[in-house]
């Protein structure tokens, strides 16, 4: 059969060949990000007030009984919980923007654009300035508790939205910049009647700082993440569907409504447990999956865990540069990566590259 | 093996586009041209077949309710082809097709996983476009690649809704063929919706003429293109030819005055 406008001498065969290729080179630059990471990791444990240099690093890491104390106490309870914590909380922020954008087709949906983050910032500030707990019997969890409710609240009234008849990617957006000020607004009103000790509390929140990352709270993120990872990993066939277009994917037997509902339910639980250790930190889940989109492609068995990396990876730099800025002060993360993430963002969305979204 | 299609009954909202509709049985190895105008219910019936959405009415294949199957293992016997063009993400050819083939199977792709769908695409004359992005493709390819994502699924039934619509004559003419000689080797069940009638009178088995949602008139291309046909469904005077090859040719020549419609979606509309 004559083809459509095939160059002379393409040969056949070529298919199988192009597949392997195209995985030798997605998988190179999963190793690259994580390569990336590891030295991101090192850096973030070298840099501080205190001084020490890698091989100090290296020494507790390698041989904690036989540091010196005083190198061991800085590595391993101040910097390691915080440097650890940049990368799973990047990584959580990463894969739920991803797969907002994959679940709503939609570049611009991330936990920060769509106001997820903000609900969650604004139920956490409702358990600190107020006390109130929409979760009966949260106990310890209740300012986590909340993040999470507010967090699916706001989910769920844009997952709603995007369902309507008419309703394009941009009326989307735009319930979601409604949202955000919305809850600001709420949030507002709560700092200003909020006691001095509540309000340095939910100041934190609006800030985004890892500074009050601990063994305990790490293992909550740690724990989720873990949880996560493996449901979106049931189903990276009709994950990577879903950008087909609805009607490619249900010709496909992809659940569509399930599958959108489930990434849903999961993002939101990511993007609030982030929230709520960690505070607002914006633009990752934003830039994250467009640099593994853009590194990676998105077949969801690359994507995925390129996204999480390329998270990972970008938060812990930022907590790298919220160190090194002025000498002795650490910058709450937020503030950098809203800063580093404007131009960076803008360099992808105005850079002459190929447009994956219709 | 036969698709039997019985009182298809189907509404967007409170419009109703599909009035118990029943096909005569549908044969394996066989095209069948589904043919109307415009907002007739074509996709719409389509569309019911492949489970896409809620109707009145059976789909049985085999004898076998496909409804009550499911949807995954639906969309394995029955594949549908949408007019919709795959989407522009940052996927390359190859893995768009992989994708359709390994939908509900493991992550782990084989050698026999790649020959089938190398198969696929050297069948339709695409394996030069497999590294390609979908992004970079044009119309025709898009509907091409649309095509290779149906086919590697290797179904019973396959369901096509204007599979020729983005393409030029040649491949028009290709793409037809193709699925008619798929139909001929694996005893496929093939109900395309076209809305040339060239082509349907020369790929087409049977042809099924829809008009405001209702079976007007089923048979071979030679009974049912006919000028009276064309005149009462289409509002068109016409004339139908025969070939030297026995094939037939339908050449429009005017459109009839419009006739007030009693019933359909456009009396909808109208009242609206």
Redesign the interface.
């Known amino acids: 059969m004559a083809v459509l406008a095939r160059p002379a001498g393409a040969a056949i065969g070529g298919p199988a060949l192009a597949y392997r290729r195209l995985v030798r080179r997605r998988r190179a630059v999963v190793a690259g990000l994580v390569a990336l990471l590891a030295a991101s990791l090192l850096l973030d444990l070298t840099s501080g007030p205190a001084g020490l240099g890698i091989g100090e690093v290296l020494a507790v890491l390698l041989d904690p009984a036989g540091a010196e104390p005083a190198a061991r106490v800085v590595i391993l309870d101040i910097r390691l919980p915080v440097a650890l914590m940049a990368i799973v909380v990047g990584a959580m922020l990463s894969v739920a923007g991803a797969e907002m954008q994959t679940i709503l087709n939609n570049p611009l949906a991330s936990p920060f654009t769509l106001g997820i983050s903000a609900a969650a910032g604004f139920g956490a500030a409702l358990a600190i300035v107020l006390g109130i707990g929409v979760l009966p019997f949260a106990g310890p969890l209740l300012v986590t508790g909340n993040a999470f409710v507010f967090a699916m609240a706001a989910a769920l009234a844009i997952f709603a939205l995007a369902r309507l008849r008419g309703a394009t990617t941009e009326t989307v957006v735009l319930l979601g910049i409604a949202l955000v000020f919305a809850f600001n607004a709420a949030l507002a009103l709560l700092q200003f009647i909020a006691t001095e000790r509540a309000l340095q509390e939910v100041v934190f929140w609006t800030l985004g700082n890892l500074g009050k990352a601990n063994w305990e709270r790490l293992a909550i993120c740690v724990v989720v993440l873990a949880a996560v990872l493996p449901v979106f990993m049931t189903d990276l066939w009709g994950l990577t569907a879903l950008r087909l277009g609805d009607a490619k994917a249900r010709s496909l037997g992809v659940p569509v409504e399930r599958l959108r509902l489930q990434a849903l339910i999961l993002v939101s639980l990511l993007a609030a447990v982030a929230v709520a250790h960690v505070g607002t930190i914006g633009f990752i889940g934003l830039v994250g999956p467009h640099i593994a989109r853009i590194l990676a492609g998105e077949d969801q068995r690359f994507f995925l865990p390129a996204s999480a990396l390329s998270g990972a990876a970008l938060l812990s730099l930022t907590s790298v540069v919220a160190k090194s800025i002025v000498p002795g002060v650490i910058f709450p993360v937020g503030i950098i990566t809203a800063l580093v993430g404007v131009p960076v963002f803008l360099a992808l969305i105005l850079g002459k590259r190929p447009q994956f979204f219709s | 093996m036969t698709l039997e299609v019985g009182g298809i009954t189907l509404a967007y909202g409170r419009t109703r586009v599909l009035h118990g509709i029943d096909l005569p049985p549908l044969a394996a190895g066989t095209v069948t041209a589904l043919v109307g105008p415009n907002a007739a219910g074509k996709s719409s019936l389509l569309r019911a077949i492949?489970g896409?959405m809620r109707f009145a009415g059976t789909a049985r294949l085999g004898g076998m309710d496909l409804a009550a199957l499911g949807?995954?293992?639906?969309?394995?016997r029955v594949?549908?082809?949408?007019?919709?063009l795959?989407?522009?993400?940052?996927?390359?050819v190859?893995?768009?097709i992989?994708?359709?083939a390994?939908?509900?199977?493991s992550?782990r792709?084989s050698?026999a996983d790649?020959?089938l769908?190398?198969g696929v695409?050297?069948?339709?004359?695409?394996?030069?476009?497999?590294?390609r992005?979908l992004?970079?493709l044009?119309g025709?390819?898009a509907q091409?690649v649309?095509l290779a994502?149906?086919l590697v699924?290797r179904p019973e039934v396959l369901l096509l809704d204007e599979p020729t619509s983005a393409l030029d004559l040649?491949?028009q003419l290709?793409v037809l063929?193709?699925v008619g000689r798929v139909t001929q080797a694996h005893g496929t069940i093939v109900l395309a919706a076209l809305h040339d009638l060239n082509l349907a009178a020369r790929f087409a088995d049977l042809v099924l003429v829809l008009r405001e949602g209702r079976l007007h008139s089923a048979g071979t291309p030679a009974e049912v293109l006919t000028p009276a046909m064309l005149s009462e469904v289409y509002g068109v005077e016409a004339e139908v030819f025969r070939t030297a090859d026995g094939g037939l040719v339908v050449q429009p020549l005017r459109p009839l005055p419009r006739r007030k419609p009693k019933t359909g979606p456009f009396a909808v509309e109208r009242a609206a």
């Open positions: 492949a896409q949807r995954r293992l639906a969309s394995r594949a549908y082809l949408p007019q919709e795959p989407g522009r993400a940052n996927l390359s190859v893995e768009a992989l994708l359709a390994k939908q509900d199977e992550l792709v050698e790649l020959a769908v190398e695409l050297v069948d339709l004359g695409i394996a030069h476009l497999a590294g992005g992004n970079e044009s025709g390819q091409m649309s994502q149906a699924r040649r491949h290709e063929a193709h």
